[in-house]
């Protein structure tokens, strides 16, 4: 079972690079959104809602021969991953959600100022997505993702969170799911989190209480050993000669959710 890891708005796939350092022996890989340098948008495609960046995921996953995976994503990316599990059930073995949410409404300064190409807004998004051990290193990876996705994308990115809108339809989702959520987070405040793991069936919860919105930067070793647990959770089991059992034989978890910070 393949595990893809999906970034944030205005990020890269160097978002995960800390995490898949805690991923050795597991089949991960982090994969950029459409729009930035690795994924071009299809020619054919003319919407950039969140439904748009899930197909070209989806596409990916046909070229490259990937029937199912686990699907985690990091806000933006989260919301992916849930349009995908609602679009494509038979695709998603599991979902990792990472500080993201069932809606995520952009501050409307926020949006001019990147479609307007005011690069004060950069220095504002990287402040209130920190959180307070939110160090030097994990500002200076936030900068260079932005700078990489350039202003234009990264509207593009987050018009297509503010249009996001799946909070009625969390009860279809029957896979195993593990959410994340940053205590800190100003973006997606833990709320979202919660609200994540209460409607959809047997979802896990983690709360990182010193973190911002930036959980796979300052969480990485934490964050990756629950998404080693998602994964071996989703993949297909091992029957008596050692070989691996159609992913179909796969069942949601019944048991309910936990909560690292234990609030």
């Not at 995976?69 to 609602?86: N, W």
């Not at 409404?105 to 807004?121: C, Q, T, Y």
Request: glycine letters at 12%; aromatic letters at 6%; a negative charge.
């Amino acid at each position: 079972m393949t595990l893809l890891l999906l970034h944030s708005a205005g990020a890269t796939t160097a978002l995960w690079d800390r995490v898949l350092e805690h991923l050795d022996g597991i089949p991960a890989f982090a994969w950029p959104l459409p729009g930035r340098a690795g994924a071009a948008w299809p020619d054919n495609e003319r919407e950039r809602d969140v439904a748009a960046y899930a197909r070209a995921i989806m596409a990916r996953m046909d070229g490259e021969g990937i029937e199912r995976a686990t699907i985690a994503g990091h806000s933006l990316g989260g919301a992916v991953a849930l349009q995908m599990a609602l679009a494509h059930s038979d695709r998603v073995a599991g979902l990792g959600l990472s500080c993201t949410g069932a809606r995520l409404r952009v501050l409307p300064h926020v949006l001019e100022g990147f479609a307007d190409g005011v690069r004060d807004v950069i220095d504002f998004w990287i402040n209130v997505q920190c959180g307070p051990a939110t160090g030097d290193r994990e500002r200076i990876v936030m900068r260079r993702m932005l700078e990489s996705a350039g202003m234009e994308q990264t509207w593009c990115d987050l018009r297509a969170c503010d249009g996001f809108d799946v909070m009625d339809r969390l009860p279809e989702i029957g896979v195993r799911t593990q959410v994340f959520g940053g205590g800190h987070d100003v973006v997606t405040p833990p709320k979202y989190a919660r609200y994540l793991a209460e409607r959809i069936s047997g979802a896990r919860l983690t709360i990182f209480p010193g973190a911002g919105h930036t959980a796979p930067l300052e969480h990485p070793e934490e964050m990756a050993g629950d998404l080693a647990v998602l994964w071996a959770a989703t993949a297909p089991p091992v029957d008596a000669s050692g070989r691996r059992r159609p992913s179909s034989a796969l069942r949601p978890p019944a048991t309910g959710r936990s909560d690292r910070s234990g609030c």
